[in-house]
């Protein structure tokens, strides 16, 4: 099923003038992907303190595309300048999921306060980490991490900032969120599915 992942080799593209200047200022992949963590720490708790603030809404989608920026860039800066390390693929593995926590539980203070609400966006959260697990397993099994979608680290942080725009022009989407994390739900279940069904392609064996 198609996914956002599909367009990172295009997206990568858009990214290497920054690249370069990556390069000639000797950052390193590490630092960029704490640069990503404190971001989205930083994003979890604006989300939280300044509720309910409109302009936080707003803001959400702003810090995802950076943050989505600064995931592919670490990865394409460990690859062509040969700075992969195990800390390195450790700290991002761990720093996705953090991010996605921090990110994205601050977003039951905005919802209804009714069972159904808390249960999908926390089903939603759970399968997230799920996914990314499964991903991370198959690769200690064959040597190859899995991205498959369709609701990957791209999906669900293009959906985050769709349903916060939606939410900040048109309140009333809110009294829909328990549909919209429960679907999302059963594309995280699919996802991490995915993940783990035999593959014999490695076409998604990609740096994240």
């Known amino acids: 099923m198609p996914s956002i992942y599909d367009l990172k080799p295009a997206f990568q593209q858009l990214l290497r003038p920054i690249l370069h200047m990556l390069i000639q200022a000797k950052v390193t992949p590490n630092q960029i992907t704490l640069v990503a963590l404190f971001l989205s720490l930083a994003g979890g708790l604006m989300l939280l303190f300044f509720r309910p603030t409109p302009w936080a809404l707003i803001v959400m989608p702003i810090l995802l595309f950076v943050r989505m920026a600064l995931n592919a860039l670490?990865?394409?800066?460990?690859?062509?300048?040969?700075?992969?390390?195990?800390?390195?693929?450790?700290?991002?593995?761990?720093?996705?999921?953090?991010?996605?926590?921090?990110?994205?539980?601050?977003?039951?203070?905005?919802?209804?306060?009714?069972?159904?609400?808390?249960?999908?966006?926390?089903?939603?959260?759970?399968?997230?980490?799920?996914?990314?697990?499964?991903?991370?397993?198959?690769?200690?099994?064959?040597?190859?991490?899995?991205?498959?979608?369709?609701?990957?680290?791209?999906?669900?942080?293009?959906?985050?900032?769709?349903?916060?725009?939606?939410?900040?022009?048109?309140?009333?989407?809110?009294?829909?969120?328990?549909?919209?994390?429960?679907?999302?739900?059963?594309?995280?279940?699919?996802?991490a599915y995915n993940r783990i069904r035999p593959n014999t392609s490695h076409q998604n064996a990609n740096v994240s």
């Open 74 to 191: 670490d990865g394409m800066l460990a690859r062509e300048c040969q700075l992969a390390s195990q800390s390195g693929e450790i700290l991002n593995e761990l720093g996705d999921v953090i991010s996605d926590a921090f990110l994205y539980a601050p977003l039951v203070l905005y919802l209804p306060p009714t069972l159904a609400n808390w249960a999908f966006l926390f089903m939603f959260l759970f399968l997230a980490q799920l996914s990314e697990f499964c991903g991370i397993l198959a690769k200690c099994v064959t040597g190859v991490r899995r991205y498959e979608g369709p609701m990957g680290k791209s999906d669900r942080a293009f959906l985050i900032g769709l349903f916060c725009i939606a939410l900040y022009f048109w309140p009333p989407v809110i009294y829909y969120s328990a549909w919209i994390f429960g679907i999302a739900s059963v594309l995280l279940a699919w996802s």
